[in-house]
């Protein structure tokens, strides 16, 4: 399994400060415009799309997920890889 964090992501999305169902929906959008294999790199601090409804859809979608807590700065890096 790849270490998607290392990788450089084909785009970055931020979601900082939007509540859901906004980050997951505009995650989705994104990823619908991305094509198969890209990497997409998610900023987010809303914990309930960081940790939930996020991984869930990409779990669900057959994507790679990996997420990167940064306690520093209060917000998460979620890394998606379209199949």
């Known amino acids: ?6 990788m450089q992501p084909t785009e970055t999305l931020d979601v900082l400060g939007r509540v859901c169902p906004y ?3 505009l995650t989705k959008k994104q990823l619908e415009k991305m094509a198969s294999g890209s990497l997409l790199k998610v ?3 809303a914990p309930a799309s960081a940790e ?3 991984p869930r859809f990409a779990e669900k979608q057959g994507y790679t997920f ?3 807590k940064l306690e520093d700065k ?3 890096e979620l ?3 379209k199949k």
């Open 52 to 54: 939930d409804s996020i």
């Open 74 to 76: 209060g917000c998460w």
């Open 66 to 68: 990996e997420s990167v």
């Open 1 to 6: 399994m790849s270490d998607l964090k290392s």
């Open 23 to 25: 980050p997951l929906l």
């Open 43 to 45: 900023l987010c601090d």
């Open 79 to 81: 890394f998606i890889q």
